[in-house]
């Protein structure tokens, strides 16, 4: 759940999805991108800059949504896009990292501003003291998680006429 959210009907839930009745299977089709969506937006107010990244002006461009359906299952998901963010950094950003040096490999030196010198900086290496993460995904299904279960009954309900 490091790098994205997904919300799965599949065979795990629902032994055999392929053998769903047509009805729920078209409603699941048509509510599942709108949910899919709802929870998109949610992420993306967590990226808002000045929510829990100071700038997010790489991150939230990133962030992708989308409905997949194969014989077998049918989900949503929302993500960061590998192609346009670094997948790592994204996973760092969610979940943290500890402790660790960094070591300039391709530069000669790290060049980084730094605030509390109020100035910018060259060094070789430098230990960086880790960084507890922001959760923006996993605190997202969080809580939305009632919400999807209850956007998922309501297909449910529509898609036999309750």
Partial sequence: MA???QIEVDGKVIAEYERLPNKLRA????DLPDITREIKAAVAAK????????TTSRLLPA?????????????????I?????????AATLESGSRPHEI???????????WEKLGRVVAFKRVMHPGFPGRSYMKSTFDEQKDHIADRLNQSVAKAFGD
């Fill in 81 to 89: 896009d590998s192609r346009k963010f670094p997948a790592v950094v």
């Fill in 47 to 54: 990226l808002t800059p000045g929510a829990l990244f100071k």
């Fill in 27 to 30: 409603q699941l089709r048509q």
């Fill in 63 to 79: 962030l992708s949504s989308q409905m997949v359906e194969t014989k077998d299952e049918i989900y949503g998901r929302v993500y």
């Fill in 103 to 113: 070591a300039a490999r391709v530069a000669p030196a790290l060049v980084f501003f």
């Fill in 3 to 5: 790098s994205g959210i």
